[in-house]
């Protein structure tokens, strides 16, 4: 048996992914997030990634988890950690960064949204809002 593997960054966000979408599946909101999720890549090509953050950081629920701040956390964490090497706030830093930090910080977060979108797709059941 292997005791460690190497993995490639994109297996590496191909698990993160999956981890962070089977975390919110049995959700009450988890349909809602479906939708947001399949949205997203289109709201950052459109809008911008910065613009699309402020998006879902202004829907975040203040009180307790949404699916706004659930994919906000999901896309912040990833992106903080792998383009600017922090744990901060991701709108916060692409607000100071410069334009190719800014575009690296893009290109990763539609990357690892392709891998969200896929997974609630297959995950997370399809709900008709009223």
């Not at 459109?46 to 629920?61: D, E, N, V, Y």
């Not at 100071?96 to 977060?109: F, G, I, N, Q, V």
């Amino acid at each position: 048996m292997m005791e460690a593997r190497w993995r490639t960054r994109e297996q590496e966000m191909a698990k993160y992914a999956w981890d962070k979408v089977n975390s919110v599946k049995d959700a009450s909101w988890a349909g809602e997030y479906r939708s947001i999720v399949l949205k997203a890549p289109s709201l950052v090509l459109t809008c911008g990634l910065g613009q699309t953050l402020a998006f879902l950081r202004s829907k975040a629920g203040a009180e307790q988890e949404n699916a706004h701040s659930a994919l906000y956390s999901h896309i912040s964490k990833w992106v903080a950690e792998r383009i600017y090497g922090s744990e901060g706030d991701l709108l916060q830093l692409v607000m100071e960064s410069d334009a190719h930090k800014y575009r690296l910080a893009t290109m990763e977060a539609l990357s690892l949204l392709g891998w969200i979108k896929r997974f609630a797709e297959a995950l997370i059941e399809r709900r008709e809002e009223a």
